[in-house]
């Protein structure tokens, strides 16, 4: 079976020229969206995935349909592929079932590969740099002396956490963290104290 899969990124834009072009090669079944390529997972391309079978092909105007990003390209191709379905791209005369298609699919690889390597690069390097000028990497360290004023302030009732926040410079995720620990704390010595005073209660005699 032959499935047309078409996509724009917003309900403002149209289909027609996208559907045009898939109509004059002719398919079996259309899948259309109008939604993000940024985001991997969407309604129309998960229909797709629950639609395509063994030897279908699945036709898009332009590669660019099935995503924004290289790796999710490749990866939904890779996925195509995995289930034993083949891609036409019309736009760039992709057809993965030919020798050409295949070879154009391994660029595409090797372009993502290339990519990933370069980020990964680009993030060591940039913590090297912030190492070597003393830059302490990892979650901050809190000053015990603002949770502390944080959870006096709390405790008076008298402050909003809004309050609380402007004044000691806290976090409101932070404080809110803190308290929890506390409660935490205080409910497990409360157990403790409770199984060591059961301890020494002595059965009465029946």
Do not use: W
């Not at 993030?123 to 000028?133: C, D, I, P």
């Not at 409770?194 to 020494?200: G, V």
């Amino acid at each position: 079976m032959r499935i047309a899969y078409a996509r724009v990124s917003t309900d403002k834009q149209e289909l027609h020229r996208q559907l045009d072009a898939l109509e004059k090669v002719g398919y079996d079944k259309l899948i259309q969206e109008k939604f993000t390529g940024t985001q991997k997972k969407r309604t129309g391309l998960d229909s797709l995935f629950n639609t395509v079978r063994s030897g279908d092909t699945v036709i898009i105007e332009s590669i660019s349909r099935l995503g924004r990003k290289t790796l999710d390209i490749l990866s939904t191709v890779e996925e195509l592929k995995e289930q034993d379905v083949e891609v036409i791209s019309l736009k760039e005369n992709l057809d993965t079932s030919t020798p050409t298609g295949q070879a154009m699919f391994q660029m595409m690889a090797v372009i993502a590969q290339l990519e990933r390597d370069l980020t990964v690069q680009r993030v060591n390097e940039g913590l090297a740099s912030a190492k070597a000028r003393g830059v302490k990497l990892g979650r901050p360290i809190m000053d015990k002396q603002k949770v502390k004023d944080a959870l006096s302030l709390y405790d008076s009732g008298h402050y909003s956490v809004k309050d609380i926040i402007r004044i000691t410079g806290i976090s409101q995720g932070s404080l809110y963290r803190k308290i929890k620990e506390r409660e935490s704390d205080v409910c497990g010595k409360i157990n403790l104290h409770t199984i060591a005073a059961q301890k020494y209660i002595t059965p009465q005699a029946a």
